[in-house]
């Protein structure tokens, strides 16, 4: 497994002061920084876009992890690799063309990754692991808030069992605080996005708060 990387969700800052939510994050060492993009229509709400992504390139050497959830994400993972997106990933649900978006995407330079509702089964991934740098696993249904699902960590370990000794990151996006982070960790999770319990109070206080449960 590599290492533990927090990747927090640039989404829950405040977007009026997004240069400042960037520079709190690159003080707190964090390893990633997840952009949520949303397209109105794979889920009901809108996020960032590829401009957006560009942007934010130009604001940060930290890493960018793109999130699409976007319907035919085909169309537009090209963009996303050259606005500056460094891993980008897409969910099994929102395409009939899986295989061929990682392989744009990794044709670009970049690592890809698959998105897993919480309802869609793991075994999608099995034709797929040789194409994937990353799965991510969401704990709630993407643009929805719900309670955290605890049968969603046995998904977690079976995930992780499926990777064998590829060198794959599980990514867990939805809901993630420093009450859940370690049972996600012990379940087979080692890259943790993070946004509203980051952005809430006080950034550095809570990215350590979520390391120390990480460290037990
Ligand atoms: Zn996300």
């Excluded at 707190?28 to 794979?42: I, N, Q, T, W």
């Excluded at 990933?89 to 392989?103: G, I, N, Q």
């Amino acid at each position: 497994m590599s290492g533990l990387k927090l990747s927090p969700s640039i989404y829950g800052a405040d977007l009026g002061d997004l240069r400042g939510a960037i520079r709190q994050l690159e003080a707190a060492k964090v390893e990633l920084l997840h952009v949520d993009v949303m397209d109105g229509h794979f889920v009901y709400n809108m996020g960032f876009g590829v401009d957006h992504v560009r942007q934010i390139k130009n604001m940060t050497s930290i890493p960018l992890d793109v999130h699409l959830m976007i319907e035919r994400p085909e169309r537009l993972v090209e963009d996303f690799c050259k606005a500056g997106a460094d891993m980008i990933t897409v969910h099994a649900e929102s395409t009939t063309r899986l295989l061929s978006c990682l392989e744009k995407i990794k044709a670009n330079g970049k690592k890809a990754g698959i998105v897993l509702c919480p309802a869609t089964h793991e075994s999608i991934l099995q034709y797929c692991l040789d194409s994937t740098d990353m799965v991510l696993q969401m704990m709630y249904n993407p643009g929805e808030v719900s309670l955290f699902h605890d049968n969603l960590l046995e998904k977690l370990t079976s995930i992780r069992k499926m990777f064998g000794d590829r060198d794959i990151d599980l990514e867990v996006d939805g809901g993630i605080t420093d009450k859940n982070i370690k049972k996600v960790k012990d379940a087979g999770a080692n890259v943790f996005v993070s946004g509203g319990f980051v952005f809430k109070g006080d950034v550095a206080e809570n990215i350590q708060k979520l390391r120390d449960e990480l460290a037990k």
